[in-house]
């Protein structure tokens, strides 16, 4: 087995990953491994994965080997913020030719790597590896090796090629680099009982400024945050912190658990979206940190900066309470933020009547349902034209997401905030929960969606596109309740695996027919989740529904 596949195949059995966790033990030894299919990704390779996750150590240069379009394609594509050198927003290819991918572009590489480090002087220079190089056969890790010996510069190689899976596989695979050629390198130069690991938080908009003040006040030195704002040195020091927060397990879990596997650094998962949240995570970090050996009075102190901050918030809340309690949201983004936001908008007094789970684990789903109840309606991939409806039949005030969905709520004329990675306001920690009720205030009210939402002078009502589609929708609807026989061949026909193009009927009938209890029994009988993997949460949901009752017969019997 290469080493790419050996790596992979450790991260798909990582122990610390929700789905791992609640698998049998025949199933954990049988583990996720997949085919490395070329083009099965979606919504983001493993390469952009990668660099997005790492991107964000400042100090370093970011060499991408391969053509010039995988660099263009994943330069700057976060608002994370930089409080030093800005070395990071440069971008740097071998812009790889056909000569290249003839003769092998290894030379080339090592090229860069020497003009990088002759005109920059960075303290490192981290190589991602791409899809061509990689299936041409360039030895990037041998190629570090040599110009780290020859420049005195550690180059440590990113080994996570696009063809290899999804974004997320990208972001643990980027982990697994800084695992293996960063932390553990360099020894601090002084260490004290309060420091502290963020792991998983990217500075988005500066969000991490906003409470770094308060780690401040109370003395709480971050030690590294992996990888905001972050400086390599910090990183490869990070394994004499005393405890770690993991902001988001669905990116780096991996490099958390195996921190606290080697080093004995303990952490929690913790958020800093919403009052009640980053209160919780202030606590939980000042545990952690006494249990190491902090000063016992780190706890009064914490409840101390904790109700001050509190206060203030609540108080600065209270005016945008009153105009925005029982307005309705639509939050479609992901991940940690499908429950941290849900907290912080409840907060506000807002009613919640759907968030987008598709990039969220199991944790984070449970997460949902006790904050919304276990009724909530979590939404796993939501049609353009259903959001368009849910929005236009006043079912949301106004609409969270990422800018992908943005132009859904624009031509529904409803209010639209920016709440993924492009955001250009921070919303961590009690400031920026203020703000981010703000912000939504600011757009609900804003009196252009008034002026939007009037029709021209020469239009009718009925006559309108917006009109004419909801009428359309509202047909089809009609046709399919008045034909069970068609509503249900509609229902089946749902595309579940988009990678595979396999239908909901088709897993359904295999997990019936064939008995299954797993995605693995799944995947052989349908080739359901054989690709990028990203339908995988949905297939657990469907065996759950199609196999309860088969469950509870027997159980009878």
């Known amino acids: 087995m290469s080493s790419l596949s050996a790596t992979i195949q450790n991260v798909f059995n990582e122990p610390g990953c929700g789905k791992n966790a609640n698998k049998s033990e025949a199933e954990r030894k049988k583990g996720c491994t997949k085919q490395l299919q070329p083009g099965g990704a979606a919504g983001g390779c493993a390469f952009d994965g990668a660099k997005v996750a790492l991107q964000p150590l400042t100090d370093v240069a970011h060499l991408v080997h391969g053509p010039i379009a995988c660099e263009g394609n994943s330069w700057d594509n976060r608002g994370a913020a930089s409080s030093g050198s800005q070395i990071w927003r440069t971008g740097f290819t071998t812009d790889i030719n056909e000569t290249d991918v003839v003769f092998g572009g290894e030379k080339r590489l090592y090229k860069a790597i020497k003009e990088i480090i002759e005109k920059y002087d960075p303290?490192?220079?981290?190589?991602?590896?791409?899809?061509?190089?990689?299936?041409?056969?360039?030895?990037?890790?041998?190629?570090?090796?040599?110009?780290?010996?020859?420049?005195?510069?550690?180059?440590i190689p990113v080994n996570s090629p696009g063809f290899v899976g999804p974004k997320n596989l990208g972001n643990k695979?980027?982990?697994?680099?800084?695992?293996?050629?960063?932390?553990?390198?360099?020894?601090?130069?002084?260490?004290?009982?309060y420091d502290l690991n963020i792991i998983g938080e990217y500075n988005l908009s500066g969000e991490l400024w906003q409470v770094k003040p308060l780690f401040d006040e109370l003395g709480i030195r971050i030690s590294a945050c992996i990888s905001g704002d972050g400086r390599y040195k910090d990183v490869a020091s990070s394994h004499r912190a005393r405890a770690a927060m993991m902001v988001c397990s669905k990116a780096m879990i991996n490099v958390a658990r195996k921190m606290e596997e080697r080093y004995g650094i303990p952490f929690f998962e913790g958020s800093f979206y919403g009052i009640q949240d980053s209160s919780d995570s202030l606590r939980e970090i000042a545990r952690l940190l006494v249990e190491r050996?902090?000063?016992?009075?780190?706890?009064?102190?914490?409840?101390?900066?904790?109700?001050r901050e509190e206060a203030k918030a609540w108080?600065?809340?209270?005016?945008?309470?009153?105009?925005?309690?029982?307005?309705k949201v639509l939050l479609i983004t992901g991940g940690v933020k499908s429950w941290s936001v849900v907290a912080a908008l409840q907060?506000?007094?807002?009613?919640?009547?759907g968030t987008s789970v598709k990039k969220s684990t199991k944790e984070d789903k449970e997460r949902i349902k006790e904050l919304m109840g276990q009724d909530a309606h979590m939404i796993d991939d939501m049609a353009p034209r259903e959001m368009?409806?849910?929005l236009k039949d006043a079912k949301a005030d106004i609409m969270l997401s990422g800018g992908k969905s943005q132009f859904v709520a624009l031509k529904a004329a409803m209010p639209w905030l920016d709440i993924n990675q492009e955001r250009s306001h921070a919303y961590m920690g009690y400031i920026g929960m203020v703000k981010l009720v703000a912000e939504i205030d600011k757009a609900i009210y804003n009196p252009m969606w008034e002026q939007l939402r009037k029709r021209a002078p020469w239009e009718s009502a009925s006559t309108t596109w917006q009109a004419?589609?909801?009428?359309?929708?509202?047909?089809?609807?009609?046709?399919?309740?008045?034909?069970?026989v068609a509503a249900e061949a509609v229902r089946r026909a749902k595309k579940i695996c988009h990678c595979k193009s396999v239908d909901l009927g088709t897993i359904e009938g295999a997990i019936k027919a064939h008995a299954l209890t797993d995605v693995a029994g799944v995947r052989t009988h349908t080739n359901a989740s054989g690709g990028c993997g990203a339908c995988a949460g949905r297939v657990e949901d469907i065996l759950a529904r199609v196999s309860a009752p088969a469950e509870l017969l027997q159980a009878a019997e």
Do not use: W
């Open 123 to 155: 303290p490192a220079v981290f190589v991602y590896q791409t899809c061509v190089p990689a299936m041409t056969g360039d030895d990037i890790n041998a190629v570090c090796k040599a110009a780290s010996a020859k420049f005195g510069k550690p180059c």
């Open 173 to 193: 695979l980027a982990g697994e680099a800084l695992l293996d050629h960063v932390i553990g390198t360099v020894e601090p130069e002084v260490t004290t009982p």
């Open 293 to 307: 050996g902090a000063p016992a009075d780190l706890l009064e102190r914490t409840e101390a900066v904790i109700a």
């Open 315 to 327: 108080a600065a809340i209270e005016p945008f309470k009153k105009r925005l309690t029982g307005k």
């Open 347 to 353: 907060e506000a007094g807002m009613e919640l009547v």
């Open 388 to 390: 368009y409806k849910m």
């Open 468 to 484: 004419k589609a909801i009428a359309q929708a509202n047909a089809e609807a009609a046709a399919l309740a008045a034909d069970p």
